[in-house]
């Protein structure tokens, strides 16, 4: 697997070593000794999710409050997103900036997102099928949102349309007005 490291330290790309030929292919998707070498701690993931949408579907920006917070290791199994970490630490040295990833079936990268980043994709392909670990379990009362076209971040979507947002979504406030953490 090979590692690579983005704008920001904390966030880091996954690329599978790809075994394939005209039968299909084979990869290892995760192993918790790799990983933790890549990330530099023990990780301990204790909840699965998977999501579908279709093209134009933006989700984000999602983040939880401690106790609850969450690291997250995502993946997109069918199709294509993009995909956006923001660091919402308001004492590091990259707070409010982000990182965006083309996540697809095709490349079969993964993007890890740490505790204190919010986390949202975009839907590139007609529709997009989304996987992810976390660390922590979710909870409702802890579950926060930053609006996605937040100026004060300035992340450059690749949109050829206004998006397709949640109500949840709709109602996000901007990092300025937003509880982040420490």
């Known amino acids: 697997m090979q590692i690579i490291k983005t704008e920001i330290p904390d966030v880091l790309i996954l690329e599978p070593k790809v075994f394939g030929d005209d039968r299909g292919f084979f990869f290892e998707s995760f192993n918790q000794k790799v990983f933790?070498?890549?990330?530099?701690?023990?990780?301990?993931?204790?909840?699965?999710?998977?999501?579908k949408s279709t093209e134009g579907v933006l989700r984000g920006l999602?983040?939880?409050?401690?106790?609850?917070?969450?690291?997250?290791?995502v993946r997109c199994?069918?199709?294509?997103?993009?995909?956006?970490?923001?660091?919402?630490?308001?004492?590091?040295?990259?707070?409010?900036?982000?990182?965006?990833?083309?996540?697809?079936?095709?490349?079969?990268?993964?993007?890890?997102?740490?505790?204190?980043?919010?986390?949202?994709?975009?839907?590139?392909s007609e529709t997009a099928e989304f996987v992810y670990k976390t660390t922590n379990y979710y909870s409702p009362t802890?579950?926060?949102?930053?609006?996605w076209n937040d100026p004060a971040i300035g992340i450059k979507w690749p949109l050829s349309a206004a998006p397709l947002l949640s109500g949840k979504d709709e109602m996000a406030k901007s990092l300025a007005d937003t509880v982040g953490f420490e």
């Open 62 to 73: 999602h983040f939880q409050l401690p106790p609850f917070a969450q690291a997250k290791l």
């Open 77 to 124: 199994v069918v199709g294509e997103v993009f995909d956006v970490a923001v660091d919402i630490r308001k004492s590091s040295p990259t707070f409010g900036q982000w990182v965006g990833v083309h996540l697809s079936a095709e490349n079969k990268r993964q993007l890890w997102i740490p505790e204190g980043f919010a986390h949202g994709f975009l839907v590139l």
């Open 142 to 147: 802890h579950d926060r949102g930053i609006v």
């Open 36 to 51: 933790e070498d890549a990330v530099g701690y023990k990780v301990d993931f204790i909840q699965d999710n998977h999501s």
